[in-house]
């Protein structure tokens, strides 16, 4: 098995519902889970080791940073950067795409923790699946929802 696992599927199928479900089963698990609102105007960091959120990405504020139609506050990313991960940890981060693809983001988090071979569990459009395998350079273990949910829930 690859230390690198990733879950796959389309737009707002969900994926961060699934790696919350993840964490209820596996409450060991560590990392980063993006929260939006309901009518997706704004997106929060959700830190699965010690309950923070931080605001993370919006249609509302002002920021010089933007991906699409959201600004995004690199301090937030920063945060999630500097988390300390240790050799037995298994990470989450939801979701990886465009943002990490041009260097930013969940990028350097994501080669820091590929580098050190901890475990990973990401989340990826399938639009952006194949960029996002060939942007790090792995092997992965590459699943849909259902079998996901049949492997680790």
């Known amino acids: ?32 889970i993006s ?4 009518d997706k105007d704004e997106i929060t960091l959700y ?6 959120k931080l605001a993370l990405m919006s249609r509302y504020f002002k920021s010089d940073k933007k991906i699409g139609c959201y ?9 999630a950067d500097e988390k300390v991960f240790g050799k037995d940890d298994v990470v989450v981060i ?4 465009r943002l990490e693809l041009s260097g930013k983001g969940f990028d350097s988090l994501l080669k820091r923790l590929l580098k050190n071979n901890i475990k990973c569990v ?6 952006f699946l194949h960029l996002v395998l060939d942007h790090y350079g792995v092997d992965a273990d590459v699943y849909g929802i259902e079998d996901f949910k049949e492997k680790f829930l």
């Open 47 to 52: 830190d699965l080791d010690n309950g923070n």
């Open 35 to 38: 929260l939006s609102s309901g």
């Open 71 to 79: 600004n995004y506050l690199e301090e937030t990313f920063r945060y």
């Open 1 to 32: 098995m690859s230390n690198l696992i990733v879950l796959t599927s389309g737009r707002n199928s969900g994926k961060t519902s699934t790696l919350l479900s993840l964490k209820e089963k596996h409450p060991d698990i560590k990392g980063f």
């Open 122 to 127: 990401i989340s990826v459009r399938t639009d």
């Open 94 to 97: 939801d979701e990886i795409g």
